[in-house]
């Protein structure tokens, strides 16, 4: 039962239900970022750089036998898979940059200083009238 116990005060801590938040909106913004690159980035990336695709690139390393297929080393879609993070990277950082733009608050006024307690204001009375005693 103490097990119970705690693993119920475990799951209901703010911080895993934070966590559990975070989850479900990071896997739904994952979407959102897969889809802008690859629906809207990439096709004018495609363009701009002539459709150049380096998936099919090979090294056949053993030739294909009978029923044994071709041992090849695929490096072409490693490639691919850097410049897809590139390109995935720069969204999300253009993306993150134009949120905190648009939440980007302006800067509040300072808050004017205290007014001076009664002790204060006494004592600048005082410092005031030995001036202008002074100064007579």
């Known amino acids: 039962m103490?097990?119970?116990?705690?693993?119920?005060?475990?799951?209901?801590k703010g911080n895993v239900v934070d966590?559990?938040?975070g989850v479900?909106?990071?896997?739904?913004?994952g979407k959102i970022?897969?889809?802008?690159?690859?629906?809207?980035?990439t096709p004018v990336l495609g363009i701009l750089v002539g459709g150049v695709n380096f998936t099919n690139l090979k090294v056949t390393l053993k030739e294909a036998?009978?029923?044994?297929?071709?041992?090849t080393w695929n490096?072409?879609?490693?490639?691919?898979?850097?410049f897809d993070f590139l390109i995935i990277a720069w969204a999300i950082f253009v993306l993150v940059k134009?949120?905190?733009?648009?939440?980007?608050?302006?800067?509040?006024?300072?808050?004017?200083?205290?007014?001076?307690s009664a002790e204060v204001l006494l004592l600048t009375e005082i410092r005031d009238a030995l001036?202008?005693?002074?100064?007579?």
Do not use: C, W
Request: charged share 20%; no cysteine; glycine share 4%.
């Open 98 to 116: 134009l949120i905190n733009r648009l939440k980007h608050e302006q800067p509040k006024p300072a808050p004017p200083p205290p007014t001076p």
């Open 19 to 21: 966590m559990a938040v």
């Open 33 to 41: 970022v897969s889809s802008l690159v690859a629906d809207i980035i």
């Open 131 to 136: 001036k202008a005693r002074t100064t007579t």
């Open 24 to 29: 479900v909106i990071g896997a739904g913004f």
């Open 65 to 71: 036998l009978a029923d044994k297929p071709a041992v």
């Open 2 to 12: 103490k097990a119970i116990q705690e693993f119920k005060e475990f799951a209901v």
């Open 75 to 82: 490096y072409g879609s490693f490639i691919q898979s850097i």
